[in-house]
């Protein structure tokens, strides 16, 4: 009794019972999250009560008081399910520290469990993780048109799962138990590309002993998956154009043409508008594979999944690779999220992939994380040093402003590129960059990591002049005075 009523003055909600017997009794109609038992008790034991509780609700835990036999009691507790045991005489304090551990214990299980049902219950279809509002609407576009037959183009930058959607895109339609055919357009110059999609027959050149049915006939009545469309060779894309048109291919070498059945997907992490304003893409084959466009969004749009995707690829790795990791620690966890991911989903899977093998203990901790990863700083976060080896170039500083502001409109790069008063062809060359950078061979040349443009990006596009910008965008970044 009177441990209960310090406990209560602390602020738990507490109960006392006389025997372990009322104790499982009360506990049938008034749940616990844990139970704080003596050992030696008429009828059944402190010992056997923790064995029974621990069989009954194995979300509850058992503290256990132990005085006589010391050490023996204590480890005959644990082994009998108990969380921690407390010796007599008891001190309160010690007594509520052991209680508020085990709640602690307990709320973060349960949040580990509700992070499991999440991760599950956010993968309604194959393998697409996440819960963020941006790539739900993803998801919810890939069910609406899985059924039909249109030809869907998926957008999206590097890494974001264009192919992920692709597939689930196939496994969701009627066409699942069909071939799914994927081709990398960008891999093959134009001759091979042809004869591999559209086939060959024999003698159609040197090396065709036999013929050969090209890949849309091969998909059957599946789905071909012509990924890196943005890529195909100007001269093959009329001829693409025309087997859409017509639904019939004619292979290389062949005079008459064969139908085709199978569903066409594109994936290109291109802008094709722009492809298509610089003539390096076919309007006209544009409008033909644009049916339906399911953009995928990049990872920082996706915020609240970071973290997620993060635990899912952890699991998995972990389980491949047979090491005890569980966790991220929390600082890990931040710097995760404050990142900005430029190489998307793939980027995370393998940051992921390398902090596991890395890591030396059940949880990835900070030093366990790539180095870009570790000394990004956050874009929210004003840069107040003076200390020149901090400070960064105008280029930098103009890329992390251009993503906040991308970041901002969920990514939506018509809508930035309107704000920052530029172009969007001027949007996607500075989000571009630092692909340019990191060429070995441009840093070798020079003493200083970056070679500078020629002329300053900052004057040289920033919309007044150029052709597509709005009206008015050059006065809204108030730079035209400034600029002369
Ligand atoms: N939502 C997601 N859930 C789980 N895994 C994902 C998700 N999105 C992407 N991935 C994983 O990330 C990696 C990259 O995905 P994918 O190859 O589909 O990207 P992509 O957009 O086709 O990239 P690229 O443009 O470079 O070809 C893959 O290993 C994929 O399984
Ligand atoms: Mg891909």
Redesign the pocket.
Known sequence: MLLRDSLRKRGYDVDAVNSAQQCLEHLRTDPADVVVTDVQMSGMSGIDLCVELRQRYPDLLPLVLTGQGGLDTAIAAIRAGAYDFITKPVKVDALAIAVQRALEHLSLQREVQRLRRDVNKD?PID????SSPA?RETIEMIRRVADSDATVL?T????????????ALHRLSPRANEPFVAVNCAAMPAPLLESELFGHVRGAFTDAKRSRAGLFVQAGAGTIFL??IGEMPIEMQVKLLRVLQERKVRPVGGDEEVPFEARVVT???RDLETEVEDKRFREDLFYRINVVAIP?PPLRARAG?ILL?AQ??LKRIAGRTNKPVQGISGPAARLLMDYDWPG???E??NSMERAVALCRLDEITVDDLPAKVQEHQSSKIVITTESPGELITLDEMERRYVRQVLNAVGGNKTHAARILGIDRRSLYRRLEEPRHEQKPAESASANHPRTPTPVPPSHASNGHGASSSPPGSGAATGHSGEAE
Do not use: C, H, P, Q
């Open positions: 993968m393998g697409i993780a996440g790539i998926v999206g930058e590097s890494g974001t799962g264009k192919e992920l959607v692709a597939r990924d890196e994936a290109t992490n995928v999944d995707l899912y690829f998307n989903v793939r995370l899977e």
